[in-house]
């Protein structure tokens, strides 16, 4: 335990865990028979379609802004941890662990397509099928090489939002890990829980923001699976197999936004966690401010505040559900 307070920064490993337990769920619960009968069918049906040229423009058009966010929100935490009061030593100990994490998490991608595991085949592979049984136009722009071999436009355009997404979020780490070291690190003798209180305002800003950046992930994502449904011609039997199709995206996009918010818990848990160890009060009560009046609606809200921003990612998926 000692240990892992003079090291705090590698509580930022924990933010592969949720990515972790979804794909091992998956290979337990789901079978390669069912995965082969679920993509077995939504492979039939579908043509090269001019609507789907305009969806991934859409597409193109929605990544480019949500790496435009990611290197906002990068420079936001970069400069939190920058001006924080860490010795330089701890400063290049978060870089490397943000470092490690985010190469771990891109070996966790990378082992999902080497060993075949499902959540691989249902997230990925599924989707490269029904590209290629398109044909024409649609498989030579999906499935072909990118200038580069074996990587494929389709593969482009997950791996740019996914690696930047990826790094944010351990920046993230960092910078709510720099938030609870200075806290720790000041005096706090006679401030009545005001250093504490000051730190959670910082902490809960800091996941706002990246809620805000999970939300946008599970919105590219849905996008990203919802795609190929334009690949579905407008006949009869075309439209009832696109209708299964809409199905099988809105699952994966709700699996999508229950990962997200499970690692936005997992960012910030720790943390709050910590903070409380610091706090001569309950975190609830540092969320109360003003008159005496007043304080307990103010604390009301920002538990409100957090609650929502916690489950924003989940609540974004389904909400696309009615559209």
Not at 17 to 24: E, F
Not at 92 to 110: D, P, Y
Not at 130 to 137: D, L, R, V
Not at 165 to 189: F, M, T
């Amino acid at each position: 335990m000692r240990w892992l307070t003079e090291h705090s920064e590698w509580k930022l490993l924990v933010v592969v865990v949720p990515a972790l337990l979804s794909v091992l769920t998956v290979e337990l619960l789901v079978g390669p028979e069912l995965v082969e009968l679920l993509v077995g069918r939504l492979v039939q049906g579908v043509d090269a379609q001019p609507r789907f040229a305009r969806g991934m423009i859409m597409m193109s058009a929605l990544t480019v802004s949500y790496v435009a966010l990611c290197l906002a929100l990068l420079a936001y935490y970069c400069n939190g941890v920058a001006a924080s009061a860490l010795p330089a030593s701890r400063k290049r100990r978060a870089a490397v662990v943000g470092i490690t994490t985010w190469i771990v998490f891109h070996a966790v991608l990378v082992g999902l397509s080497v060993f075949d595991l499902q959540l691989y085949s249902v997230a990925y592979d599924s989707i490269v099928r029904i590209y290629q049984q398109a044909g024409g136009p649609v498989a030579a722009a999906m499935t072909g090489d990118a200038g580069l071999p074996g990587v494929s436009r389709h593969l482009i355009s997950i791996l740019l939002p996914v690696a930047f997404g990826v790094a944010v979020v351990c920046v993230g780490s960092c910078h709510a890990g720099a938030i609870v070291e200075n806290a720790r690190g000041a005096d706090r003798s006679d401030d009545s829980g005001q250093t504490a209180r000051d730190a959670l305002d910082r902490l809960i800003h800091g996941m706002i923001a990246m809620s805000a950046l999970l939300v946008a992930s599970t919105l590219l994502l849905t996008l990203y699976f919802r795609l190929p449904q334009a690949l579905y011609g407008t006949g009869e039997a075309a439209s009832a197999l696109g209708a299964e199709y809409l199905d099988f995206a809105n699952v994966v996009s709700i699996f999508w936004g229950v990962v997200m918010t499970l690692t936005l818990v997992a960012v910030y848990a720790p943390h709050a966690v910590a903070l409380r160890s610091l706090a001569s009060v309950p975190l609830g009560q540092l969320l109360e401010k003003g008159t005496e009046g007043g304080a307990f609606y103010s604390g009301l809200l920002k538990r409100a505040e957090v609650v929502v921003s916690a489950l924003a990612p989940l609540l974004a998926a389904l909400t696309t559900q009615l559209l």
